[in-house]
């Protein structure tokens, strides 16, 4: 064979090689590598993770459809050294580009926090976090720290009331200390100038109307019937009158499958007992209503 020929067949070879390259790369960049079943899925990739664990995470749990092509390109865009947890929306048939570039980013996805009623810390903690990467039991040794309790400017009883009732958005990695803040600054957007003119016509804090309206909505859950109920402790507080009020009585005793107050609950011994005691317990009996 003459060099013309070898030359010609190099180039040919050389050709066909570019072009295999050039395809393949063009299907690692644009063609769908996330072959998810249904329309979206979650991507969770925790605090300290390695792009090892990445790509462990994408294989295993079935979202790459070719996991070469993702780790090559991935350390092509330097993500192998810019890994960021969080919680990421992937849509069906994305590309490897596409999911790079958003885990890259750390364009996280929100995650929606839900919660009502609260009677207990270690209960709201479970609410907080059930969706979140933040451990319950780690959030309840922030609930329950004196020295962060008295940064807010709360003490332990009256602390649940900075919690409003409500739905909010946080990223999945969200830390304790950072929920804390976001709690507080919902705490002070929902006390606005309207609600506190409220509250200084009652004569009474936003944390006294807070231990109320807990004790109202323990009563009754008719949105009707609560503000008869609210006039009637009202009355009662204005003339020095113990409360009388039977949701204290099961808070003091800590049994709260108990339907029915009883003498014998009357008698035990705690600052939640509105029979023994005039005037408002030390704190909430459960969360703020988030509609007073």
Known sequence: MDKRKILIF???VVTIMMSSFTFYFYQTLYSPNFLIEKESR?????SGAAFSDVQSIVYDEGFV?????FGMLSKLMDYDELVKPGRYLIDKNATNLEVIRKLRSGAQDPVRITFNNARLLAGMAEKLTVNLELNSSDFLELLVSDSIVRSYGFDHHTFRSMFIPDT????WTISGMALLDRMHKE???FWNDERMAKAKALDMTPVEVTILASIVQAETAKADESPVVAGLYLNRLKRGMALQADPTLVFAAGDFSIKRVL???KTIDSPYNTYKYAGLPPGPINSLPSHI
């Open 10 to 12: 190099g180039l040919v």
């Open 42 to 46: 979650y991507l969770y990739i925790p």
């Open 65 to 69: 459809n070719e996991p070469i092509s």
């Open 168 to 171: 909010y958005e946080v990223y």
């Open 187 to 189: 705490y002070e957007r």
């Open 263 to 265: 003498n014998i609950h």
